[in-house]
T-cell receptor, first 115, second 115 residues
């Protein structure tokens, strides 16, 4: 079975600063994918970034980067230069063959960016 | 490209009534997923289809829930009879392939309230 743990129910950050959102996972799969999604107050789920378990480089997408530490089974999201529009719920998720490719989500972290 | 389309966006119904939620995936995507989001349980996968065939319905809560995908561009999730505990936001998502790599794109969701 797969499990995603996000230990930070809420985080605060000042505008223009960087913030790290934690995610740890548990799986018996050798090959898996890790994803981060953003859910603003409007409710839609927005894909941010993907990291494959065999990728040697950490994924980056604009101001988003994924700090992937395979041995520690962690996949933290780093948002650089925070903006007010980054205030939202952030979900870490994973897929693996062992779970029949189902996307398993964590409970989420509510990020608030202060001006 | 149009994203995943869901209808209705909001549904209010009385306990015991039948509810049908509709989804049109992104053209060319051959995997489709139905999720339910509640405060208590977070995001849960209900069922997913690959090439219109149900692959995993282990998340469907009970026999009151059913899902169909008659063709590549349309899916329904039906609840009959509905109960107040079914109140949630229901998301449909699609992806290009049933694979570790491809991210899922979510629709705007249907907010269901059962009174």
């Amino acid at each position: 079975a797969q499990k995603i743990t996000q230990t930070q129910p809420g985080m605060f950050v000042q505008e223009k600063e960087a913030v790290t959102l934690d995610c740890t996972y548990d799986t018996s799969d050798q090959s898996y994918g890790l994803f981060w999604y953003k859910q603003p107050s409007s409710g839609e789920m927005i894909f941010l970034i993907y990291q494959g378990s065999y990728d040697e480089q950490n994924a980056t997408e604009g101001r988003y980067s994924l700090n992937f530490q395979k041995a520690r089974k962690s996949a933290n999201l780093v948002i650089s230069a925070s903006q007010l529009g980054d205030s939202a719920m952030y979900f870490c998720a994973m897929r693996g063959r062992g779970s029949n490719y189902k996307l398993t989500f964590g409970k989420g972290t509510l990020l608030t960016v202060n001006p | 490209d149009a994203g995943v389309i869901q209808s209705p966006r909001h549904e209010v119904t009385e306990m015991g009534q039948e509810v049908t939620l509709r989804c049109k995936p992104i053209s060319g995507h051959n995997s489709l997923f139905w999720y339910r989001q509640t405060m208590m349980r977070g995001l849960e996968l209900l069922i997913y289809f690959n090439n219109n065939v149900p692959i995993d319905d282990s998340g469907m809560p009970e026999d009151r829930f059913s899902a169909k995908m008659p063709n590549a561009s349309f899916s329904t999730l039906k609840i009959q009879p509905s109960e107040p505990r079914d109140s949630a936001v229901y998301f449909c998502a699609s992806s290009r392939r049933d694979s570790l790599v491809y991210e899922q794109y979510f629709g705007p969701g249907t907010r269901l309230t059962v009174t």
